[in-house]
């Protein structure tokens, strides 16, 4: 007997990144390929607390089944957090998901069609592509400049099911979209008919200054928005959400439901009961200055270190820098003399829909301390500097 697998599962990559990790995690090596935050910053006490508190008082509820939509009292508290960022947020359209990594595939499965084009950033998340690629679509990158993907190129991806857009500290650039890019590229969306899917993980670590409103504000029902716990309470929770305009919502929920019935009931009354406490505003402004001493320490050891014809700008958020190398040289090729000299990175090639640019590399600056940054940084520079 012989599987037969449908053509989807062709679709289906390992993650090159997932695959780094495991070399990466040798002991030794400092790791700056990691997507993760750090566990440093997990709110271990106030979860602990809240676990005790759900299970004294809603045992029989938080351990049951539960509806597809999500927690009703975390629905409300999503609803009221995105109206603050000037979306129009009723709790009835927004989606608990698990992690806003199923935002996405739910996405594709309810948009896209075998042979669909959906606009992406380029680079862009690999995890949405991956995301979305067993979908079938054909992906359409988007030209870009240093302030992001230029409006025009939007309004020529006119046909698209819709645009994968990340405004707030990209991953994997760290690039922040400013406010009149961002309004450019609403109206050249609206203008040309294309949806919206706006992904924003990482908005709320920023270190100079708020981000600008969100693209959604101005899109409104030509918009799905993704939200996630993960970058500010921690990502094992597998806790997101997604705000849909009315007319995708149920499809949505029913995509929702075949998946995974709903996302876990603890997870999100444990979640809901740590935000009711007020701590968030307080615990998230610690990780900003954590990251922020870290981001600082990278941007000082890369200027201290780096050869010239290396480039990167520093990011005013999130967890990247972003490298460029002469064209000449392969970062995917120079790994294994990273890690041989004890340090790790992503190659940038991956994130690019339609491949290339392999002098790109992406370094996180999150997980490790501003000491072994700089001990990282140095030893990356004399790679790169003997190749
Ligand atoms: C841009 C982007 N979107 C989505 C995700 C998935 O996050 P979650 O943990 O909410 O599934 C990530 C994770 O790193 C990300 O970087």
């Not at 669909?116 to 995301?131: I, M, R």
């Amino acid at each position: 007997m012989t599987w037969t697998m449908a053509r989807r599962a062709e679709r289906l990559n390992p993650s090159t990144i997932r695959e780094l990790l495991k070399l990466t995690e040798r002991p030794g090596i400092i790791s700056l390929a990691g997507g993760l935050p750090s566990a440093d910053t997990f709110p271990v006490a106030a979860l602990r607390q809240a676990c005790d508190e759900v299970l004294a008082q809603h045992p029989r509820e938080a351990l049951q089944y539960a509806a597809s939509e999500g927690f009703g009292p975390l629905r409300d508290w999503v609803a009221a957090e995105l109206e603050a960022q000037g979306l129009l947020a009723d709790p009835g359209r927004v989606l608990i998901t698990s992690g806003s990594q199923q935002g996405l595939d739910l996405v594709g499965k309810v948009l896209l069609d075998p042979g669909s084009a959906v606009a992406v950033e380029s680079p862009t998340y690999l995890g949405a592509l991956q995301a979305f690629a067993p979908y079938e679509p054909t992906f359409h990158a988007l030209e870009g400049d240093d302030e992001g993907p230029l409006p025009a190129a939007l309004a020529a991806a006119k046909g698209s099911r819709f645009a994968y857009l990340l405004p707030n500290f990209q991953n994997p650039t760290g690039r922040c979209l400013g406010a009149a890019r961002r309004e450019a590229l609403a109206d050249a969306a609206l203008a040309a008919g294309v949806p919206v899917v706006e992904d924003n993980p990482y908005g709320e670590l920023w270190y100079d200054a708020p981000p600008p409103p969100p693209l959604a504000a101005r899109l409104g029902g030509q918009s799905v928005y993704l939200g996630s716990f993960s970058k500010v309470l921690a990502p094992g929770l597998r806790l997101g959400y997604l705000l849909a305009p009315a007319a995708l919502y149920p499809k949505l929920l029913q995509a929702k439901q075949a998946a995974d019935l709903h996302t876990p009931t603890f997870n999100q009354r444990l979640v809901h009961r740590v935000l009711a406490t007020g701590m968030l505003p307080a615990h998230v402004a610690a990780t900003r200055e954590r990251y922020r001493a870290q981001r600082d320490a990278m941007a000082a050891a890369l200027s201290a270190h780096m050869p010239a014809g290396v480039h990167w700008q520093v990011p005013s958020g999130g967890m990247f820098f972003w490298l460029t190398l002469p064209p000449a040289l392969d970062a995917a090729a120079l790994l294994p003399r990273a890690v041989e000299a004890g340090v790790a990175f992503v190659p940038g090639g991956t994130f690019f829909p339609q491949g290339g640019h392999a002098n790109t590399l992406r370094l996180s600056f999150v997980t490790v301390p501003p000491a072994r940054i700089a001990e990282g940084i140095a030893a990356l520079a004399g790679v790169l500097r003997g190749a």
